[in-house]
Protein backbone atom coordinates (compact mmCIF):
# COMPACT_ATOMS: atom_id res chain seq x y z
CA UNK A 1 0.00 0.00 0.00
CA UNK A 2 1.60 3.55 -1.00
CA UNK A 3 1.55 6.19 1.45
CA UNK A 4 -0.78 8.36 -1.05
CA UNK A 5 -3.38 5.43 -0.69
CA UNK A 6 -3.01 5.81 2.97
CA UNK A 7 -3.54 9.87 2.95
CA UNK A 8 -7.10 9.25 1.89
CA UNK A 9 -8.27 5.90 3.47
CA UNK A 10 -10.97 6.26 6.21
CA UNK A 11 -12.56 4.01 8.68
CA UNK A 12 -16.14 3.79 7.46
CA UNK A 13 -18.16 1.92 10.27
CA UNK A 14 -20.92 3.14 11.85
CA UNK A 15 -19.18 3.36 15.13
CA UNK A 16 -16.32 5.70 13.07
CA UNK A 17 -17.17 9.40 13.26
CA UNK A 18 -18.87 10.55 10.27
CA UNK A 19 -16.59 13.70 10.47
CA UNK A 20 -13.75 11.98 11.31
CA UNK A 21 -10.47 13.22 9.63
CA UNK A 22 -7.60 11.37 12.00
CA UNK A 23 -5.76 9.37 9.34
CA UNK A 24 -5.31 5.38 10.40
CA UNK A 25 -2.15 4.81 12.36
CA UNK A 26 0.02 2.74 10.61
CA UNK A 27 1.79 -0.25 12.24
CA UNK A 28 4.46 -1.83 10.12
CA UNK A 29 6.08 -4.94 10.06
CA UNK A 30 7.39 -5.21 6.14
CA UNK A 31 7.81 -1.97 4.40
CA UNK A 32 9.67 -1.65 0.86
CA UNK A 33 10.89 1.29 -0.78
CA UNK A 34 12.05 1.60 -4.38
CA UNK A 35 14.23 3.42 -5.97
CA UNK A 36 13.89 6.08 -8.25
CA UNK A 37 15.28 5.60 -11.52
CA UNK A 38 18.70 7.00 -11.85
CA UNK A 39 19.74 7.16 -15.86
CA UNK A 40 20.12 10.26 -17.96
CA UNK A 41 18.07 9.33 -21.08
CA UNK A 42 15.66 11.95 -22.59
CA UNK A 43 12.95 9.37 -21.37
CA UNK A 44 14.26 10.08 -17.91
CA UNK A 45 14.02 13.61 -18.05
CA UNK A 46 10.31 13.59 -19.48
CA UNK A 47 9.55 11.00 -16.24
CA UNK A 48 11.23 13.30 -13.40
CA UNK A 49 9.10 16.16 -15.14
CA UNK A 50 6.32 14.35 -15.10
CA UNK A 51 7.03 12.83 -11.24
CA UNK A 52 7.48 17.08 -10.59
CA UNK A 53 4.55 17.71 -12.14
CA UNK A 54 2.32 15.04 -9.95
CA UNK A 55 3.55 16.08 -6.95
CA UNK A 56 2.95 19.80 -7.73
CA UNK A 57 -1.05 18.90 -8.26
CA UNK A 58 -1.26 16.22 -5.76
CA UNK A 59 0.06 18.54 -2.48
CA UNK A 60 -2.79 20.84 -2.42
CA UNK A 61 -5.49 17.58 -1.72
CA UNK A 62 -3.18 16.11 0.03
CA UNK A 63 -3.79 16.08 4.54
CA UNK A 64 0.12 16.93 5.10
CA UNK A 65 0.02 15.79 9.04
CA UNK A 66 -1.75 12.12 8.10
CA UNK A 67 1.63 11.82 5.11
CA UNK A 68 4.08 13.14 7.84
CA UNK A 69 2.93 10.57 10.61
CA UNK A 70 2.36 7.75 8.13
CA UNK A 71 6.03 8.30 6.72
CA UNK A 72 7.30 8.50 10.05
CA UNK A 73 5.34 5.34 11.37
CA UNK A 74 7.37 3.58 8.27
CA UNK A 75 10.33 4.70 8.83
CA UNK A 76 11.19 7.79 7.00
CA UNK A 77 11.64 11.38 8.57
CA UNK A 78 12.85 13.23 5.74
CA UNK A 79 9.68 15.01 5.35
CA UNK A 80 9.20 18.73 7.06
CA UNK A 81 6.22 19.63 9.45
CA UNK A 82 4.88 21.82 7.11
CA UNK A 83 4.93 22.97 3.63
CA UNK A 84 5.58 26.13 2.76
CA UNK A 85 5.23 28.22 -0.59
CA UNK A 86 8.66 28.20 -1.31
CA UNK A 87 9.44 24.43 -0.92
CA UNK A 88 5.82 23.61 -3.01
CA UNK A 89 7.48 25.45 -5.64
CA UNK A 90 11.30 23.40 -5.22
CA UNK A 91 11.78 21.01 -8.56
CA UNK A 92 14.08 18.63 -5.47
CA UNK A 93 11.49 18.34 -2.76
CA UNK A 94 8.53 17.59 -5.55
CA UNK A 95 11.17 14.31 -6.60
CA UNK A 96 11.30 13.81 -2.84
CA UNK A 97 7.66 13.99 -2.27
CA UNK A 98 6.72 11.90 -5.32
CA UNK A 99 9.35 9.07 -3.88
CA UNK A 100 7.86 9.38 -0.85
CA UNK A 101 3.97 8.70 -2.21
CA UNK A 102 4.87 6.18 -4.71
CA UNK A 103 7.82 4.46 -3.84
CA UNK A 104 7.14 3.99 -0.31
CA UNK A 105 5.21 0.80 0.25
CA UNK A 106 3.27 -0.65 3.61
CA UNK A 107 3.90 -4.63 2.54
CA UNK A 108 2.46 -5.91 5.98
CA UNK A 109 1.48 -4.35 8.98
CA UNK A 110 -2.08 -2.61 10.51
CA UNK A 111 -3.93 0.17 10.26
CA UNK A 112 -6.05 1.24 13.23
CA UNK A 113 -8.15 3.89 13.65
CA UNK A 114 -7.92 6.28 16.17
CA UNK A 115 -11.36 7.13 16.58
CA UNK A 116 -12.83 3.38 17.61
CA UNK A 117 -9.36 1.24 17.80
CA UNK A 118 -10.36 -0.76 14.52
CA UNK A 119 -7.45 -2.72 13.01
CA UNK A 120 -7.22 -3.07 9.23
CA UNK A 121 -5.13 -5.83 8.37
CA UNK A 122 -2.38 -4.95 5.51
CA UNK A 123 -1.05 -7.87 3.54
CA UNK A 124 1.19 -8.35 1.07
CA UNK A 125 0.52 -4.89 0.58
CA UNK A 126 -3.43 -5.13 0.37
CA UNK A 127 -5.61 -3.73 2.95
CA UNK A 128 -8.60 -5.49 4.36
CA UNK A 129 -11.18 -3.09 5.24
CA UNK A 130 -13.90 -6.06 4.75
CA UNK A 131 -16.36 -4.89 7.78
CA UNK A 132 -18.69 -7.25 9.89
CA UNK A 133 -22.60 -6.98 9.77
CA UNK A 134 -22.55 -5.61 12.42
CA UNK A 135 -20.04 -2.96 11.78
CA UNK A 136 -22.63 -1.42 8.83
CA UNK A 137 -25.25 1.38 9.16
Known sequence: MRLLTHNVMRNNTAAASKSATSPLRITA?????????SS?????????????????????????ESLVQGARAMGLDSLPPSVTPELAGDEGFLRALYHVLMNVHLVNGMLTCADTGREFPVTDGVVNMMLEEGECE
Open 29 to 37: TQVRVDEPS
Open 40 to 64: NDDDDDDARRREVEFAKHTLPILHW
